[in-house]
């Protein structure tokens, strides 16, 4: 992964623990339940859309890396390889 896009996952993780942060302390202070939802909520948000950018980032790189080789045994290497993440998906 290059640096631009390493920051970007780390910015959004490190919100979705400031959220989690606030959400710990919210039950600590007996906040109200849909309080507490809509931060976690919040915290979903941010970890779905870092997998995503993690995701297709993880694809581009692996079908530009395909698509570079003429070695059917290479190429089925990296597909097993993007099957393998769409089941952890699943």
């Not at 079908?63 to 769409?86: A, C, D, G, N, P």
């Amino acid at each position: 992964m290059d640096q631009d896009n390493n920051k970007k996952l780390i910015t959004s993780l490190r919100k979705a623990s400031s959220h989690i942060d606030r959400i710990i302390e919210m039950i600590e202070n007996d906040r109200e339940c849909k309080d507490v939802i809509q931060q976690l909520n919040a915290v979903h948000g941010y970890i779905n859309s870092t997998r995503e950018k993690l995701i297709a980032n993880h694809l581009r790189v692996c079908v530009t890396k395909t698509l570079k080789y003429k070695s059917k045994k290479v190429q089925e290497r990296y597909i097993s390889e993007i099957v393998r993440v769409i089941n952890i998906l699943s």
